[in-house]
């Protein structure tokens, strides 16, 4: 702890300075419901403030926005008084806080026993309350200061989730809840759609759209936004009781037609809330609303009015935040990446942002489609989005913060890796290098895709390295791979003799291979996993696919004639060929494919399964093994019928490999379920 020091005039200049920026933007966000900064950036430079009028507290003044929540009514709304305070919560941003958070607690309450809360998802919307008398809805109101709020008794009245008559009985005759007004996510988008359609506004994030929603004068255009509401909470109640926990309080709200976040459950001790914040947090972008953290709140009601708040956020609640997804940088430049089948990406080069955890400095745009669509220009300031461990998109455009200066962007005529023209299709969206092999981009993308985890699975050999290779010319064709020697790789920069073995050693080792993997390792245009799979079921060996028609090709289910041409354009492709025999003469190889007997299933089969499987939990896998008659064993022997190969597969996948076991992949498992089942 720093001790408090006597604050200079640059210190009071410094806090007057951070008050009026964090004023501005309190406005924007608040009032206009317009942010000009994400929130991450406004949560700092509050963080700022508060740090500094901690160290010098003769600095604070009344109307610091440390010291109050929100913003102050919009005039043309009537005001309404809370008779309870609504108050806001206090964030915590690492596990850290909320063990202080508890401890707290317990410290205050004076036990040494876990505690009970509930938790919650913290839903990104506005905050608002409704107020029941006999029963009827009669007055809603946002939360304003906290102390007093905006009238929306009408806008609220127009959200078909909040009930306007309550069900059942032995609710008090006044009854105040509380609870968060937002837009679902597909709600969201479906509205920002048609709004751009329109060409009328869109909306920044759904909280904004939830807010701009409520704030609107005429009822009827609030009726016209798809808006939803969970209660989470009480307010003013008089003549009538309610349960002495928040966890039955909340059952009786559920009972009397209230809707409740489904996620929302009671826990037993501070251990559970930080479960409770790693599961909510792995399924957040599966959520069908948007949430920025997870809320604790003591559960039990008595021990919550024994802790009391200070200012305006209780001692027995707190927000556990996650870190922002959305963020808002500038787009310093737009450039053109080059994919392994000559696909043109626009790539925008960002100001450096802190998003999902990380640092990025690009972002996808996907194609020049997306561009035009959501008009993106160098210089403009952007959302970009960063969720899980998906590619950095740029999200939206703020076209009211678009600079004079702002540049278009356009397709190149040529490749800017090799110079040869760029085409880009009447129907698709995509452009492309026509350069193929002779484009330098083209051939790292080639080989980067036949040494990955999916395809050969050369481990050791990564991106870096691949282009370290391709750029000395070392390696130009994935079959290059198998003529390295350990000098070229040790000329390499911070690549030492063991390192240089043990790639080779798994180039080696990546010989072995499946008939599926091996197809979809090649890279033909439009063949994923899935189609490569269909067809190696379907064909069983390569000389078969390659000696079939176009129409034959076709045959296989899924594979549509664009596919089938370009399979039949691939295969004859002399350069190709010639790939594919210097890849045989290497020794690439696979098991033979082997099909399901014609008659009793799977019968007298034996199967072990090992790695993950995408589609289906291992549990789900054997069982319709065991409805299709056969066995499923934890060891590979010479017995074993087939091994079923997932991702990440273990040691069985080698031993498999040594003994002859016939190989399968998740689709190769489903097309021998499939065909088991029809016999
Ligand atoms: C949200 N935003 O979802 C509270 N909240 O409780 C939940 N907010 C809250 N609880 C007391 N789930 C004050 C605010």
């Given at each position: 702890?720093?001790?408090?020091?006597?604050?200079?005039?640059?210190?009071?200049?410094?806090?007057?300075?951070?008050?009026?920026?964090?004023?501005?933007?309190?406005?924007?966000?608040?009032?206009?419901?317009?942010?000009?900064?994400?929130?991450?950036?406004?949560?700092?430079?509050l963080?700022?403030?508060?740090?500094l009028?901690?160290?010098?507290?003769?600095?604070?003044?009344?109307?610091?926005?440390?010291?109050?929540?929100?913003?102050?009514?919009?005039v043309?709304?009537?005001?309404?008084?809370?008779?309870?305070?609504?108050?806001?919560?206090?964030?915590?941003?690492?596990?850290?806080?909320?063990?202080?958070?508890?401890?707290?607690?317990?410290?205050?309450?004076?036990?040494?026993?876990?505690?009970?809360?509930?938790?919650?998802?913290?839903l990104?919307?506005?905050?608002?309350?409704?107020?029941?008398?006999?029963?009827?809805?009669?007055?809603?109101?946002?939360?304003?200061?906290?102390?007093?709020?905006e009238?929306?008794?009408?806008?609220?009245?127009?959200?078909?989730?909040?009930?306007?008559?309550?069900?059942?009985?032995?609710?008090?005759?006044?009854?105040?809840?509380?609870?968060?007004?937002f837009?679902p996510?597909?709600?969201?988008?479906?509205?920002?759609?048609?709004a751009?359609?329109?060409?009328?506004?869109?909306?920044?994030?759904?909280?904004?759209?939830?807010?701009?929603?409520?704030?609107?004068?005429?009822?009827?255009?609030?009726?016209?936004?798809?808006?939803?509401?969970?209660?989470?909470?009480?307010?003013?109640?008089?003549?009538?009781?309610?349960?002495?926990?928040?966890?039955?309080?909340?059952?009786?709200?559920?009972?009397?037609?209230?809707?409740?976040?489904?996620?929302?459950?009671?826990?037993?001790?501070?251990?559970e809330?930080?479960?409770?914040?790693?599961?909510?947090?792995?399924?957040?972008?599966?959520?069908?609303y948007?949430i920025d953290?997870?809320?604790?709140?003591?559960?039990?009601l008595?021990?919550?009015?024994?802790?009391?708040?200070?200012?305006?956020?209780?001692?027995?609640?707190?927000?556990?935040?996650?870190?922002?997804?959305?963020?808002?940088?500038?787009?310093?430049?737009?450039e053109?990446?080059?994919?392994?089948?000559?696909?043109?990406t626009?790539?925008a080069?960002?100001?450096?942002?802190?998003?999902?955890?990380?640092?990025?400095?690009?972002?996808?745009?996907?194609n020049?489609?997306?561009?035009?669509?959501?008009?993106?220009?160098?210089g403009?300031?952007?959302?970009?989005?960063?969720?899980?461990?998906?590619?950095?998109?740029?999200?939206?455009?703020?076209i009211?913060?678009?600079?004079?200066s702002?540049?278009?962007?356009?397709?190149?005529?040529?490749?800017?890796?090799?110079?040869?023209?760029?085409?880009?299709?009447?129907?698709?969206?995509v452009?492309?290098?026509?350069?193929?092999?002779?484009?330098?981009?083209?051939?790292?993308?080639?080989?980067?895709?036949?040494?990955?985890?999916?395809?050969?699975?050369?481990?050791?050999?990564?991106?870096?390295?691949?282009?370290?290779?391709s750029?000395?010319?070392?390696?130009?064709?994935?079959?290059?791979?198998?003529?390295?020697?350990?000098?070229?790789?040790?000329?390499?920069?911070?690549?030492?003799?063991?390192?240089?073995?043990?790639?080779?050693?798994?180039?080696?080792?990546?010989?072995?291979?499946?008939?599926?993997?091996?197809?979809?390792?090649?890279?033909?245009?439009?063949?994923?996993?899935?189609?490569?799979?269909?067809?190696?079921?379907?064909?069983?060996?390569?000389?078969?696919?390659?000696?079939?028609?176009?129409?034959?090709?076709?045959?296989?289910?899924?594979?549509?004639?664009?596919?089938?041409?370009?399979?039949v354009?691939?295969?004859?492709?002399?350069?190709?060929?010639?790939?594919?025999?210097?890849?045989?003469?290497?020794?690439v190889?696979?098991?033979?494919?082997?099909?399901?007997?014609a008659?009793?299933?799977l019968?007298?089969?034996?199967?072990?399964?090992?790695?993950?499987?995408?589609?289906?939990?291992?549990?789900?896998?054997?069982?319709?093994?065991?409805?299709?008659?056969?066995?499923?064993?934890g060891?590979?022997?010479?017995?074993?019928?087939?091994?079923?190969?997932?991702?990440?597969?273990?040691?069985?996948l080698?031993?498999?490999?040594?003994?002859?076991?016939?190989?399968l992949d998740?689709?190769?498992?489903?097309?021998?379920?499939?065909?088991?089942?029809?016999?």
């Amino acid at each position: 702890m720093s001790s408090k020091r006597p604050s200079s005039g640059l210190t009071t200049d410094k806090a007057r300075s951070l008050r009026e920026l964090l004023e501005r933007y309190n406005y924007a966000y608040h009032a206009l419901d317009t942010p000009e900064v994400s929130d991450a950036k406004y949560d700092a430079l509050l963080q700022d403030l508060r740090d500094l009028e901690r160290e010098h507290p003769e600095l604070i003044t009344p109307d610091s926005p440390t010291q109050r929540v929100g913003a102050s009514p919009l005039v043309a709304f009537g005001e309404i008084k809370h008779r309870v305070p609504m108050l806001s919560l206090d964030n915590a941003f690492s596990e850290q806080e909320v063990r202080d958070f508890d401890r707290r607690v317990r410290e205050r309450l004076n036990t040494s026993e876990p505690i009970r809360y509930s938790a919650e998802p913290k839903l990104d919307g506005l905050a608002v309350s409704a107020t029941y008398e006999n029963g009827r809805f009669t007055q809603g109101a946002t939360r304003g200061d906290g102390e007093t709020g905006e009238d929306i008794t009408q806008n609220l009245r127009t959200i078909a989730a909040l009930p306007l008559r309550l069900r059942g009985k032995g609710f008090p005759r006044v009854l105040e809840v509380r609870g968060e007004v937002f837009m679902p996510r597909e709600r969201f988008e479906r509205f920002n759609a048609q709004a751009a359609v329109r060409g009328d506004k869109v909306f920044v994030n759904p909280r904004n759209a939830a807010a701009g929603s409520l704030r609107q004068l005429d009822a009827r255009i609030t009726a016209q936004r798809p808006l939803d509401i969970f209660i989470y909470g009480t307010g003013h109640v008089q003549d009538g009781s309610l349960p002495v926990t928040h966890g039955q309080t909340m059952q009786s709200l559920r009972n009397w037609g209230f809707k409740l976040c489904p996620e929302s459950r009671i826990v037993e001790s501070l251990e559970e809330c930080l479960r409770y914040y790693e599961e909510i947090g792995a399924r957040r972008d599966a959520l069908p609303y948007q949430i920025d953290g997870v809320v604790y709140k003591v559960d039990e009601l008595e021990l919550r009015r024994r802790l009391g708040f200070v200012a305006r956020a209780p001692r027995w609640a707190i927000a556990h935040k996650y870190p922002a997804e959305e963020e808002i940088t500038v787009i310093r430049d737009i450039e053109f990446q080059v994919g392994r089948t000559g696909a043109l990406t626009p790539v925008a080069r960002l100001a450096p942002v802190f998003v999902g955890g990380v640092t990025i400095s690009n972002a996808t745009l996907h194609n020049m489609d997306e561009v035009e669509r959501k008009d993106v220009r160098i210089g403009d300031s952007v959302v970009v989005r960063r969720a899980g461990d998906v590619i950095p998109e740029v999200v939206r455009v703020m076209i009211e913060r678009r600079p004079a200066s702002a540049v278009k962007v356009l397709l190149p005529g040529q490749c800017p890796v090799c110079g040869s023209p760029v085409v880009r299709d009447e129907q698709q969206a995509v452009a492309r290098c026509t350069g193929g092999r002779s484009c330098a981009a083209q051939r790292v993308e080639e080989i980067k895709h036949f040494a990955a985890r999916r395809a050969l699975d050369i481990q050791g050999l990564g991106d870096k390295l691949i282009e370290q290779l391709s750029a000395s010319g070392i390696v130009k064709s994935p079959a290059d791979l198998w003529d390295l020697q350990a000098d070229q790789l040790q000329q390499l920069e911070r690549m030492g003799e063991k390192s240089a073995q043990k790639i080779l050693k798994s180039i080696q080792a990546s010989k072995r291979t499946t008939f599926p993997r091996f197809l979809y390792a090649l890279g033909i245009r439009d063949v994923g996993e899935a189609t490569a799979s269909a067809l190696a079921q379907h064909f069983e060996t390569l000389e078969a696919l390659q000696s079939a028609s176009k129409e034959q090709i076709e045959e296989v289910p899924d594979v549509g004639p664009v596919v089938a041409r370009n399979v039949v354009a691939y295969l004859q492709e002399p350069e190709n060929r010639r790939l594919l025999e210097r890849l045989r003469a290497a020794g690439v190889t696979w098991p033979a494919i082997v099909r399901a007997s014609a008659a009793g299933g799977l019968a007298g089969k034996t199967l072990v399964l090992t790695g993950t499987l995408s589609g289906m939990s291992r549990e789900a896998a054997q069982a319709a093994i065991m409805d299709a008659g056969g066995k499923v064993t934890g060891s590979v022997s010479a017995k074993t019928s087939y091994v079923v190969a997932g991702t990440d597969p273990g040691s069985k996948l080698k031993k498999a490999n040594d003994l002859g076991v016939a190989i399968l992949d998740e689709a190769g498992l489903l097309e021998l379920l499939r065909s088991s089942s029809r016999s």
